[in-house]
């Protein structure tokens, strides 16, 4: 289960977040690691820092056919726990809100994106929880701490997206 494995479709997998507030940077980490997972098959997904980028985000989404973004996301849960939902899922902004210190809402320009055609329909998020998204270098010890079983979960649900929209 651990292998990643060609695709016909192009899928983005896009981590989000900044490094310099502690628990928001998760979605670089995971993107890291997972581009590292996939080094036996580096044609098989392509990997984007989307940073802190805002609405740059839509200019490398209309390259995909399927978009999974990396992110910590404030969805009321303990530290660490993981989500794993498509755009679809989300009725409002006050349901799951991003937490971290992107300009305008992630989840706000990809509906901005797919409503102009430069975003595809299927955009999925793999979101962890934030221990604290303060200032400050580095994941907090209580991220740290669960840091393999996110990086489990995250390849779960990637490989997931792989396989369905494979067949």
């Known amino acids: 289960m651990n292998k990643i494995t060609m695709t016909a479709l192009s899928i983005g997998i896009i981590g989000v977040g900044n490094p310099l507030r502690k628990d928001d940077g998760i979605g670089i980490v995971l993107l890291h690691h ?53 755009i679809d899922n989300i009725k409002s902004n006050k349901q799951v809100s991003s937490v971290s210190t992107h300009h305008e809402d992630l989840f706000q320009i990809i509906r901005i994106g797919q409503k102009i ?45 792989i396989e369905e929209y494979n067949n």
Do not use: W
Request: proline share 4%.
């Open 34 to 86: 997972m581009k590292n997972a996939a080094k036996l098959n580096p044609d098989s997904l392509s990997f984007i820092d989307g940073g802190t980028g805002g609405m740059n985000v839509l200019h490398v989404c209309n390259k995909f056919d399927v978009i999974v973004f990396l992110d910590a996301v404030d969805f009321k849960a303990n530290p660490g726990e993981t989500r794993f939902f498509s």
């Open 117 to 161: 055609g430069e975003c595809p329909n299927k955009v999925f998020v793999f979101g962890v929880q934030p221990a604290d998204i303060g200032f400050g270098e580095g994941l907090t010890e209580q991220i740290n701490g669960k840091i393999e079983d996110i990086i489990l979960s995250m390849k779960k649900y990637i490989l997931k997206v």
